[in-house]
C-alpha cells in the first residue's frame, strides 16, 4: 500500500500544478476551467482520508476537464487524467481485495509510467504559463 500511496502522491502533484491559479481577461476560455475545476486538494484530501468514492468523483471531474481541453494540451490532460484514475483504480481493487498480483502488476505499470506523466505535466505547466499567464 506505501507504494501506491508514494505513486498517487506523484501523480496528484504532477496532474496539477495549476491548481489555484486564475486567468485574465484575453486567455482562452479553458483557463478560467482549468483555474476552477482543476484544483487537486480535494482528491488529495480524500485519498489520505482514505474516502476513495470521493476520490474516485474528483477523478471524473478532472477527467471531464481534459475532454474539454483544447487540442494543443487535450491529449496531455488525458494522459494526466488516466494516471489520476488509475492510481483511485489501484487502491479500490486493493481495498476490495482484489488478486494481490494483479494489482502489483498494475502499480507497476503505473510506476513505469510516471516520467511519461511528469513530461505531460511538463507540457501542461508550459501551456499554462504561455496561454493563461500562469507561472508554475
Known amino acids: ?3 501506491v500511496r508514494r505513486t498517487a502522491a506523484l501523480v496528484v502533484g504532477l496532474a496539477l500544478v495549476v491548481a489555484a491559479a486564475s486567468c485574465g481577461d484575453g486567455t482562452p476560455k479553458f483557463c478560467d476551467s482549468l483555474a476552477r475545476q482543476a484544483d487537486m486538494a480535494r482528491l488529495s484530501a480524500a485519498l489520505d482520508a482514505g474516502d476513495l468514492p470521493k ?4 477523478a471524473t471531474r478532472f477527467s471531464t ?6 487540442d494543443e494540451v487535450r491529449p496531455d490532460l488525458k494522459a494526466l487524467a488516466s494516471g489520476v484514475s488509475d492510481v483511485v483504480g489501484i487502491l479500490e481493487a486493493d481495498k476490495a ?5 494483479a494489482l502489483e502488476r498494475q502499480r507497476e505499470e503505473l510506476n513505469n509510467r510516471l516520467a511519461e506523466l511528469g513530461r505531460r505535466s511538463t507540457s501542461v505547466q508550459t501551456w499554462a504559463s504561455r496561454e493563461c499567464g500562469i507561472d508554475l
Not at 476520490?55 to 474528483?58: I, L
Not at 476537464?65 to 483544447?70: G, T
Not at 481485495?97 to 498480483?101: E, I, T
Open 1 to 3: 500500500m506505501g507504494l
Open 65 to 70: 476537464l481534459a475532454k474539454e481541453a483544447p
Open 55 to 58: 476520490a474516485r468523483r474528483e
Open 97 to 101: 481485495g482484489g488478486d494481490p498480483a
